[in-house]
């Protein structure tokens, strides 16, 4: 799926999620200085600057196939190699790096063994290949809840719960399939802040991903009756709400 959509947007949509989730990815799969380190789907820098925190900026390598996003990180980091690719379609050489990283990207991928086996071809013999998703299988990811809404007033609406990697297990099948054995996983859950309701809801209308394609696609009654709907769902506020990602991780 391509987000089409601002650096801007994306960060208050996900950002807010994805942000907390970075370094907990990161210090899971033992991302240390000096190591060369790509990050797959990069979107615009969350995870990318976690890693060049703790692997410095000369090390770190990022991709993604969104225009707005590469040119987001390229701004961040000048000297950075960030390139615009999918994740099937790489374009780093064979054995360059020694951990390849992908965050709250594998469900989004249009082949998603293949992707990840991408991600193995690009890691060193002994490397480490990662991937974090969110567990909407579960309804634990960040927005579940907007989902959950939407389906007592459509229950035919496809929502986020039967993508790739999602439900518990599966992202470790999927590593299997590409090609890699032992395969660890863990769950890491964050925790975000919010000020009101509509701080929660304004992120929905930005049209970013699935959520924000949807809200898009209705009009401004259907709209309003969503709003009001998760309005009566959602504390008003000040309150809080966690998500969970099934993260994995295994060594080529």
Same mark, same amino acid.
């Given at each position: ?10 960060? !208050? ?14 210090? $899971? ?36 196939? =969104?225009? =707005? ?11 950075? %190699? ?28 249009? %082949? ?48 986020? =719960? ?10 470790? !099948? ?6 890699? !054995?032992?395969?660890?996983? $863990? ?8 000020? =009101? ?7 929905? $209308?930005?049209?970013?991903?699935? $959520? ?41």
């Amino acid at each position: 799926m391509s987000f089409d959509v601002s650096a801007d947007a994306y960060g !208050q949509f996900m950002g807010r999620f994805s942000g907390p989730l970075a370094p907990l990815f990161a210090d $899971t799969v033992g991302v240390a200085r000096g190591q060369r380190v790509l990050d797959v789907g990069c979107g615009p820098g969350a995870l990318t600057a976690a890693l060049v925190d703790r692997a410095g900026a000369d090390t770190v390598s990022a991709a993604d196939p =969104s225009p =707005s996003f590469v040119e987001a990180v390229r701004h961040r980091y000048p000297s950075m %190699d960030v390139r615009l690719c999918a994740a099937e379609e790489l374009t780093f050489p064979t054995g360059a790096f020694d951990l390849v990283l992908a965050q709250l990207v594998v469900h989004f991928m249009a %082949d998603p063994v293949a992707g990840i086996a991408q991600m193995v071809r690009t890691a060193v013999p002994g490397g480490v290949v990662a991937a974090a998703v969110w567990d909407s299988g579960a309804g634990r990811g960040p927005v579940d809840a907007f989902w959950s809404v939407v389906r007592t007033i459509d229950p035919s609406v496809p929502d986020e =719960s039967r993508r790739p990697g999602v439900t518990e297990g599966h992202l470790a !099948q999927l590593f299997e399939r590409a090609g890699l !054995q032992d395969v660890n996983a $863990t769950a890491l859950t964050v925790r975000v802040d919010h000020d =009101s309701f509509q701080d929660w809801w304004q992120p929905f $209308t930005l049209g970013v991903g699935p $959520t924000g394609a949807y809200v898009n696609s209705l009009d401004d009654a259907a709209r309003s009756r969503v709003r009001d709907r998760c309005r009566e769902t959602m504390p008003e506020g000040p309150f809080a709400t966690t998500a969970t990602a099934w993260t994995v991780w295994a060594r080529t």
